[in-house]
């Protein structure tokens, strides 16, 4: 059974920002390093953002220093800020641990639209 629930996507201009939440449920969230990670159409899923346990950060090239991640362990929640954001940001974002196999499977994921 999935256990995480992605919101906050959406369609936005070039430039815009949005945060995203997952919700995670069923693990000892705060054992394990949690990820964004996207899927764009016809491309394959991608670890964009990482927090690890102890909450330090790593990012992809692509997306340094324009997105943020960060985590609430008591709430078993994984957020994302993105800004300054671009076209080719447009995907389905998924939350999940890193690596991605405690969780039983992927949620539904949140469609990010961002117009040029």
């Known amino acids: 059974q999935v256990q995480l629930v992605e919101s906050g996507g959406g369609l936005v201009q070039a430039g815009g920002s949005l945060r995203l939440s997952c919700a995670a449920s069923?693990?000892?969230?705060?054992?394990?390093?949690m990820g964004w990670y996207r899927q764009a159409p016809g491309k394959q899923r991608e670890l964009v953002a990482r927090?690890?346990?102890?909450?330090?950060?790593v990012y992809g090239d692509s997306v340094r220093d324009r997105f943020t991640i960060s985590r609430d362990n008591a709430k078993n929640t994984v957020y994302l800020v993105m800004n300054s954001l671009k076209p080719e940001d447009t995907a389905v974002y998924y939350c999940?641990?890193?690596?991605?196999?405690?969780?039983?499977?992927w949620g539904q994921g949140t469609q990010v639209t961002v117009s040029s």
């Open positions: 999940n641990s890193v690596p991605p196999i405690y969780y039983g499977g």
């Open positions: 069923g693990r000892i969230f705060s054992i394990y390093d």
């Open positions: 927090v690890t346990t102890g909450g330090s950060t």
